[in-house]
């Protein structure tokens, strides 16, 4: 049976990161991280949702293993040219959401 640490040292090796780094990144020390880890020492809920978002993994995949069936996955409503390193939309619509998603995260960098 898969555990949490053992998912947490997934995501660690797929994104070429190390415990330390991670550790420094959630604001945990690396003896905690790895006692965490080992199983020795329990996550709490909050350093959980840290790893996750710092792994860029579900809390659920994290918690359970399982996939989240409803996790909400973004779709990007434009196409890029790798080329021209250009972004185009397909109508007018699509550029307004854009154009608005581009101000939202405008906005939250200067919060």
Not at 19 to 39: F, N, R, V, W
Not at 49 to 77: K, Y
């Amino acid at each position: 049976m898969d555990t949490i640490g053992a998912r947490v040292r997934r995501a660690l090796r797929e994104r070429g990161m190390t415990q330390a780094a991670l550790a420094q990144s959630i604001g945990l020390g690396e003896s905690a991280l790895s006692k965490s880890i080992s199983g020795f020492r329990s996550f709490s809920a909050v350093e959980l949702a840290e790893v996750a978002n710092c792994l860029g993994v579900s809390l659920r995949w994290l918690v359970t293993g399982e996939v989240d069936p409803f996790e909400a996955r973004p779709v990007a409503r434009h196409d890029f040219d790798g080329v021209s390193r250009t972004y185009s939309c397909h109508s007018h619509e699509d550029r307004e959401i854009l154009e608005s998603v581009a101000l939202l995260y405008r906005q939250a960098s200067f919060a």
